[in-house]
């Protein structure tokens, strides 16, 4: 009977015992949870920081993409725009470079016995764009702005129909494109001149002159055969010259158009 009691006492020793370890073990589970519980709230608001730091840098970044968006655009405006300048400052380098023929004078050809463009040559810095200088007392004001008419290059050249070349050069085209372009400035200088500085021999041209500036053509530039002829001291311009111009139309130099029942042709 005593044995029994002692084996019912052990029995019930170890199982205090074990409900123990086992009350230590949750213990300990509950206190391992706590601590675990505040790194993680811990680490949680961390994230939460860095999350908001992300979002601001990256409205940082929006704005700054949106920025050098319009930017670019804009550059890439400049460059067409730049690009353009460039081709005009090409054409106004090359007709500066072919302005060393300075005199053009008309002469009767042998062959054909018709009037026809001969070149005098002589080299010199003159270039009609640039003003002469003032030879008039008092101030004279320049109204209008005037730019040579590009020479054809090469290759202009060489796509020309066969039946509008002839037996024409480049350098012959190009000489009567300074002729134009000296008969161009020398109208628009004589219209830039007030009027007290006008000489009477060109008085009746300055009047001329005035009233082409009118009308649907004001404030465009152009030239007639009757001032391209004056420039070569002729009464008309001949075949061949007519000719000229009609090159210098399919190039897109000149457009003719009509201004009182007269032929002008706009640069």
């Known amino acids: 009977m005593e044995i029994v009691k002692e084996t019912n006492n052990t ?23 706590k601590h675990n519980r505040a790194e ?24 700054l993409l949106t920025k ?28 500066i470079q072919s302005h060393s023929l300075n005199s053009l004078v008309l002469s009767n050809s042998p062959r054909a016995g018709t009037p026809d463009l001969e070149v005098s ?5 003159f270039t009609p764009t640039i003003p002469y ?22 290759e202009e050249f060489a796509s020309l129909p066969k039946y509008m070349v002839g037996r024409l050069t480049l350098e012959v085209v190009n000489n009567f494109i300074q002729v134009v372009s ?19 021999t060109e008085m009746q041209l300055y009047r001329e002159y005035k009233q082409q500036q009118t009308g649907t053509f004001k404030g465009k530039q152009f030239v007639t055969e009757e001032d391209i002829a004056r420039e070569c001291n002729r009464p008309s ?15 897109k130099r000149l457009v003719r158009s009509s201004l009182s029942g007269k032929s002008i042709y706009v640069v």
Not at 11 to 33: A, E, N
Not at 48 to 63: F, G, S, T, W, Y
């Open 182 to 200: 000296e008969a161009l400035f020398n109208k628009y200088e004589l219209l830039s001149k007030p009027s007290h500085a006008i000489k009477t």
């Open 11 to 33: 029995v019930t020793i170890q199982s205090l015992c074990d409900k123990i370890v086992t009350l230590q073990l949750i213990v300990d589970f509950v206190s391992f949870g």
């Open 133 to 154: 200088q003032n030879k008039y007392k008092g101030k004279i004001t320049r109204k209008y702005l005037t730019f040579d008419i590009a020479p054809l290059s090469f």
């Open 237 to 251: 311009l001949d075949k061949k010259a007519l000719n000229f111009l009609t090159i210098l139309r399919h190039t």
């Open 68 to 95: 050098y968006c319009l930017l670019f655009d804009e550059l890439k405006s400049y460059e067409s725009v730049i690009k353009v300048q460039m081709k005009k400052l090409d054409e106004i380098a090359e007709s």
């Open 40 to 63: 993680y709230h811990k680490l949680i608001k961390e994230i939460n920081h860095r999350k908001q730091l992300i979002a601001v840098d990256l409205l940082v970044v929006k704005k």
């Open 121 to 125: 040559v002589a080299f010199s810095d």
